[in-house]
């Protein structure tokens, strides 16, 4: 499903530039659970960013589905990206001035799904992660488990073939992070690939494969049986 | 062995060293941020400095009208007599019959002093100077003056005896600049001067230059005792005509009042009419201080205007203010890191406060510079306009500086203080601080709302102003301005007019040619009494005589609704009166034809009705009118010429003219040219409406600006969230738009009735006038709504097109 090869990322300031992404090489194929680790600054970050389409590589190819990505221009990659691609963050990014409803509907509004269909899935989806009592509350009212889940949802909303997650537990106690990674095991088994970048080798368990970078490099795959 | 050390006085030393340095650290650290911050620098230094300049325009300019004639001595005890006229309705005159100020100055001993004057405009002046005869046509004119006037006035006298000053006949005093003009001289004493070829004046006195700030703006004065020679009228008797520009002013004795006087000017009316005229003329005491503004006695400067631009100036400066304030909350955000650091390391609230005051100041200090130099360079500019020569009463400007200074920096610099003085640390220093706790959007809204509702009143304004002056200028005024010549006529004897007639005839490029009085319209309007069809008594409302000849009506193309042209003659045989005369006498144009009518002592009878045609300007009503042959009374020669060769017709025109006036001196005007002045006031107000709209638009552009920069700051995570999610550009930008979509309409809300009645108001003084109507609203309205877009969508597309991953990380 992703094929990135010899793909660079450079950061620059005035002074220094930073590689982020060294000549990295990674597959993942479809409907597989891989975990990304590696210390603070070797690029996790940078290559989610780079998978979920919101950041431009410097350099090498990124192919998509076997469709080559790399030189998409914003318009191609937001559409791309609106209909494949599901986000879930460490800091859950809802917005607060919504209700958990209206920010799960937010992804069908923007793919132009109607109203009706709208409500429909929704509703669906927020059954399924149990939050459908709190479907009218704010984000400020709900605790970080509960927020983590309505950023699941969605993620999950459209259907998306594709999970990036970054460090989805991070700002969850180890409950609510087990509950999580439940979750998204639960939606690895029916078929959403899914790439995690974690910290936590507890959470990384869950997947597949581990991924592990240094300085923009891959060190060492783990296959996780 | 050392004194003791007196506590208080180390705490104050140590105190002084303290605010010393915190101030030289504030003062530091303001000038780094606003260099770091050249944007908001600049637009907070722009808008400040638009504002404050335009406060210093507006208060010079207002102070300037009110300084009008204040330096004379006792200005709260000289009065000009003007007349009234309770008929049908009230009209009122600053002129006033001859007799009136000579018959107040003998028969009461309620004034010190009261002189008449009698003004003359466009008059020609020549002197021998060799062998050469030079002439001047002064425009200003001269005036017939008596000699108290200089006692009663405040113009001093730097050549001459002020005791024997105009006290013979033949005697004139003029300005220095006048004399330099003349004869390149200081003292220009014993030179003699010709005024229009008839008489005769020996200059005895040289008068200091008038003040820019007086309205009595003769420069020529002459011996009043020649008046009637001048005239070749004896008016010195006449009670019934009043003479526009024959003035009297009266310096009241000290502890005599209006009521007193006003009690004297009836008893002369008593005196001096009889019938139904004692209760139509009545005379009255204008205050010296009411005559630059009352518009009713043609006052300049009508003093609703000069109220309309006090607010102009205020709104300005509130304006800059609330941008100000607005910029400076949306930036506060941006400081919350510096103010964390300082609170954690024992900076008190108070402290805060005053760091963001003192940076407020510096800001404004920067703005005030600017705005002097900006005044500076736009003051020409408004003299240009509206042919002033204000100066910069610095003295008076420094004053109103300081304050407006102190105004602004604490109007504009409390509450962003207030506001980062209340951050708490903790949450400071994580840049954990929020919408939430800056607080103020829905205040940063109301701002903007005033802003708008501010700049959408003088849009409405700027458009009725416009749409007035085009109607003024462009509407069938009921005969043909086009293309029209005006020449004067110093003589017009009847073989001087004839022989004129025939050469200009023969002149290529000449249509027509008519010997008259004046134009159609023009600002000089003759109004006597009329007596219609032997009726025992006049009429209750004047008659506005046009005498010209035969040729008048296809001249100026008039067209006539009954009747004939009255035939060729020398003297009134036959009248042509208006549609409007008709409909005073409840009578229709066909009923006149024939009926007889009474003007000005000739007897003669109606043979046609013209068509309503302006005999003024929009301001005024078409008055009943009367246009009759009478060549004694002509002083235009108008020349219809064919404008393809204009230029040749014209110099041939010349060539006729000064061959037939060889003493004169020719001058021509083009009749629309004529009729433009008389909205040369709205003009000036236009442009100057114009530029202030202007100026409130742009400030107010900048707020939107930064209430736009405020709210992508805000929105970064939430755009971010939004285009992760599959938001578009569109999408983004309409979550801009739609929060200004709002405040907007709310604006116009506001403005729309506010704006209707100021310019209701307006459109009262124009009789003939446009209607208010939605499409000036509309206009108002989308293209506030146009200017709005292009400010909010440019900041707005930037946010649009950030990529999310820089907003998010941002988190």
């Known amino acids: 499903m992703i094929k990135i090869t010899e793909l660079e990322k450079f950061y620059r300031t005035e002074e220094v530039e930073t590689i982020a992404l060294n000549k990295l090489s990674i597959e993942v194929k479809k409907g597989e659970f891989v975990a990304i680790m590696g210390p603070s600054g070797c690029g996790k970050s940078t290559l ?49 001035e919504l209700t958990v409803f209206e920010n799960v509907e937010l992804p069908l509004i923007y793919t132009g799904v109607a109203a009706a269909e709208r409500v429909k899935r929704v509703e669906e989806v927020l059954d399924k992660m149990q939050i459908m009592h709190r479907r009218n509350h704010y984000p400020q009212q709900l605790s970080g488990g509960q927020q983590q889940r309505v950023a699941i949802a969605r993620a999950v909303v459209n259907k998306p073939k594709l999970i990036l997650a970054d460090e989805p537990t991070g700002n969850l106690d180890s409950s609510n992070g087990n509950e999580v990674m439940e979750l998204l095991t639960d939606l690895n088994e029916q078929g959403t690939t899914i790439i995690m970048v974690t910290h936590s080798e507890h959470d990384a368990r869950y997947s597949h494969r581990i991924i592990r970078l240094l300085d923009g490099q891959t060190v060492m795959e783990n296959i996780m049986i | 062995m050392l004194p003791p050390v007196v506590p208080s006085l180390v705490k104050g030393a140590t105190w002084r060293i303290k605010v010393k340095l915190m101030l030289k650290n504030y003062i530091k650290i303001a000038w780094r941020n606003l260099k770091r911050n050249k944007a908001y620098a600049f637009i907070s230094v722009t808008g400040l400095a638009l504002g404050i300049a335009c406060g210093i325009l507006i208060f010079t300019l207002i102070n300037y009208h009110l300084s009008f004639d204040n330096f004379h001595h006792n200005p709260d005890r000289i009065y000009r007599l003007y007349t009234q006229w309770n008929d049908e309705t009230v009209s009122k005159s600053s002129g006033v019959p001859q007799p009136l100020g000579k018959a ?13 004057i009698i003004d003359f405009d466009d008059n020609l002046i020549s002197f021998t100077a060799g062998n050469e005869v030079k002439k001047f046509r002064e425009e200003n004119g001269v005036a017939f003056t008596e000699p108290e006037y200089f006692d009663i006035l405040n113009f001093p006298l730097i050549k001459g005896d002020k005791k024997t000053l105009l006290s013979q006949p033949n005697q004139a005093i003029v300005t220095e600049h006048i004399a330099h003009k003349y004869f390149g001289i200081d003292n220009a004493v014993g030179k003699v001067i010709r005024l229009d070829n008839k008489i005769s004046f020996t200059i005895t006195g040289i008068l200091k230059d008038l003040p820019a700030n007086t309205d009595r703006k003769q420069e020529i004065y002459v011996s009043y005792s020649n008046l009637d020679e001048y005239t070749s009228k004896k008016r010195e008797t006449n009670w019934d005509g009043v003479y526009s520009e024959s003035k009297a002013f009266t ?18 009316v008593k005196g001096n009419y009889k019938g139904r005229d004692l209760k139509i003329w009545q005379f009255k005491l204008q205050p010296l201080s009411d005559i630059h503004f009352n518009a009713d006695l043609d006052g300049y400067a009508d003093k609703k205007y000069l109220w309309a631009l006090f607010f102009i100036g205020l709104f300005l400066i509130i304006t800059a203010c609330v941008n100000f304030v607005n910029l400076a909350t949306a930036q506060a955000l941006n400081r919350s890191k510096e103010i964390g650091v300082r609170k954690v390391l024992g900076s008190l609230p108070n402290q805060v406060f005053w760091q963001f005051i003192a940076e407020t100041a510096l800001i404004t200090i920067i703005a005030v510079i600017a705005a002097i130099g900006i005044a500076e360079l736009a003051l020409p500019v408004i003299n240009n306009l509206f042919k002033s020569k204000m100066q910069f009463n610095w003295g008076q400007l420094t004053g109103f500086i300081i304050i407006i200074t102190v105004l602004v920096i604490f109007l504009s610099g409390s509450y962003p203080g207030l506001v980062l003085a209340r951050f708490q640390p903790i949450l400071a220093l994580k840049s954990k601080l929020s919408q939430k706790h800056i607080g103020g959007f ?25 749409s007035q002056l085009h109607y003024s200028q462009n509407t069938d005024l009921g005969f043909n301005k086009e293309a029209v010549v005006l020449l004067p006529l110093p003589k017009n004897d009847k073989p001087i007019i004839s022989t004129m007639r025939n050469r200009i005839k023969e002149v290529q490029g000449v249509e027509k040619i008519s010997f008259c009085y004046m134009a159609p319209a023009s600002s000089s309007n003759n109004s006597t009494n009329v007596r219609f069809d032997n009726r025992a008594e006049d009429e209750h409302w004047g008659i506005n005589t046009k005498p010209g000849d035969e ?5 100026f193309n008039i067209k006539l609704v009954a009747g004939r042209n009255f035939y060729a003659a020398d003297s009134t045989r036959e009248f042509l009166v208006n549609e409007t005369f008709a409909k005073k006498l409840n009578l229709k144009p066909q009923q006149l034809i024939g009926k007889m009518m009474k003007v000005d002592g000739k007897t003669a009878p109606i043979v046609g009705v013209m068509k309503d045609f302006y005999n003024y300007s929009f301001h005024t009503e078409i008055s009943p009118l009367c246009v009759m042959p009478s060549n004694k009374e002509y002083l235009t020669c108008a020349v219809k010429i064919n404008m393809r060769n204009a230029s040749s017709t014209l110099a041939s025109l010349e060539k006729i003219w000064t061959n037939t006036y060889p003493d004169e001196l020719y001058s ?42 405020f709210m992508a700051v805000r929105k970064t995570k939430e755009i971010g969230v939004r285009k992760v999610l599959g938001a578009g550009i569109l999408n983004i930008l ?28 307006y459109l009262k003084d124009f009789t003939y006038r446009i209607p208010i109507g939605p499409g000036i609203f509309l ?25 999310p991953v820089k907003s998010l990380r941002s988190e």
Request: glycine share 6%; net charge neutral; hydrophobic share 55%.
């Open chain 1, 48 to 96: 989610l960013n780079i998978l979920g389409l919101l950041d431009d590589p410097d350099g090498g190819s990124y192919l998509f589905n076997d469709i080559e990505v790399a030189d998409f221009n914003e318009r191609k990659r937001a559409d791309l990206r609106k209909h494949n691609i599901g986000f879930v963050f460490q800091s859950f990014n809802l917005i607060d």
């Open chain 2, 104 to 116: 107040f100055r003998n028969n009461f001993a309620l004034a010190e002093k009261t002189a008449r």
């Open chain 2, 251 to 268: 310096l009241l004795k000290p502890n005599v009042s209006v009521a007193q006087a006003n009690n004297a000017l009836a008893q002369i």
């Open chain 2, 442 to 466: 829905s205040l940063r809204r109301v701002l903007v709302v005033v802003q708008f509702s501010i700049s959408q009143v003088l849009i409405i304004g700027t458009i009725i102003v416009v």
């Open chain 2, 551 to 555: 040729n008048y009506l296809s001249t």
């Open chain 2, 668 to 709: 021509y005007q083009f009749l629309d040219d004529n009729i433009a002045k008389f909205y040369e006031l709205d003009t000036v107000l236009l442009r100057l409406i114009e530029g202030f709209a202007g100026i409130a638009i742009f400030i107010g552009c900048l707020g939107l600006y930064g209430l736009v920069s």
């Open chain 2, 734 to 761: 309409w979550l801009f738009g739609k929060e200004f979509c709002k405040l907007l309409i709310i604006a116009f809300c506001i403005a729309a009735p506010l704006a209707w009645w100021a310019m209701t108001n």
């Open chain 2, 779 to 803: 206009a108002a309205i989308s293209s506030t709504f146009i200017i709005a877009a292009i400010t909010v969508g440019y900041r707005a597309t930037m946010s649009a097109l950030t990529n």
